[in-house]
């Protein structure tokens, strides 16, 4: 099973700050098979990226992900209001789809 | 608009079942494979369980395998998920979502909780 290790478990940052967020894999993921996904309290998952750095739809370009073999990140260049909130990685190139444990992003 | 409901969940004593259902609209349901997924309070998601659009494939994370069974009835637009010999470490809210491509999971429910306590 591929463990996904995220970090940090919490960032503190501000409004318009950019924000980096990390995800390790225990085996390298193959053919780029990492998503992340962002939840807000009492909501379901949303799907943000797949395919390390596709965009899902609606959205914004200001998500943008990276990253190759064991090591991916997210970047949220300008963080908003409303992208305060807790995002997980995930892998689904090899069987069990794995999620990591999750990075909040917090207002400072 | 995609609209993914569950229900079905609620507290079971350890060792007890529960069915839980999906029902879907606003998208051809017989078209997509569908996931169960599940989240216990405080944690990271954990995927439970994979079928095709036919239902013909099934695959289930080892941690629920011989004790959960998914099903689903294109002709009612509904996914299901039999578990059965519940523990305490089922406890966790039960989502329903679509598979985008074998194993991104696109669009979600809003879940339903399933408690596992004596």
């Known amino acids: 099973e591929t463990v996904l290790t995220q970090s940090p478990v919490t960032l503190s940052l501000s409004p318009g700050e950019r924000a980096t967020l990390s995800c390790g894999a225990s085996?390298?993921?193959?053919?780029?098979?990492l998503a992340w996904y962002q939840q807000k309290p009492g909501l379901a998952p949303r799907l943000l990226i797949y395919?390390?750095?596709t965009r899902a739809t609606g959205i914004p370009d200001r998500f943008s992900g990276s990253g190759s073999g064991t090591d991916f990140t997210l970047t949220i260049t300008s963080l908003e209001p409303e992208d305060f909130a807790v995002y997980f990685c995930?892998?689904?190139?090899?069987?069990?789809?794995?999620f990591g444990q999750g990075t909040k992003v917090e207002i400072k | 608009e995609v609209q993914l409901v569950e229900s079905g969940g609620g507290l079971v004593q350890p060792g007890g079942s529960l069915r839980l259902s999906c029902a879907a609209s606003?998208?051809?349901?017989?078209?997509?494979?569908m996931n169960w997924v599940r989240q216990a309070p405080g944690k990271g998601p954990e995927w439970v369980s994979y079928t095709s659009s036919s239902g013909r494939t099934i695959y289930y994370a080892d941690s629920v395998k011989g004790r959960f069974t998914i099903s689903r009835d294109n002709a009612k637009n509904s996914l299901y998920l039999q578990m059965n010999s519940l523990r305490a470490e089922d406890t966790a809210i039960y989502y329903c979502a679509t598979d985008f491509g074998s194993g991104i999971f696109d669009n979600w429910g809003q879940g339903t909780l399933v408690t596992v306590s004596s």
């Open positions: 085996q390298s993921v193959s053919s780029r098979y």
């Open positions: 995930q892998q689904y190139g090899s069987a069990p789809w794995t």
């Open positions: 606003g998208f051809p349901f017989s078209s997509y494979e």
């Open positions: 395919d390390v750095s």
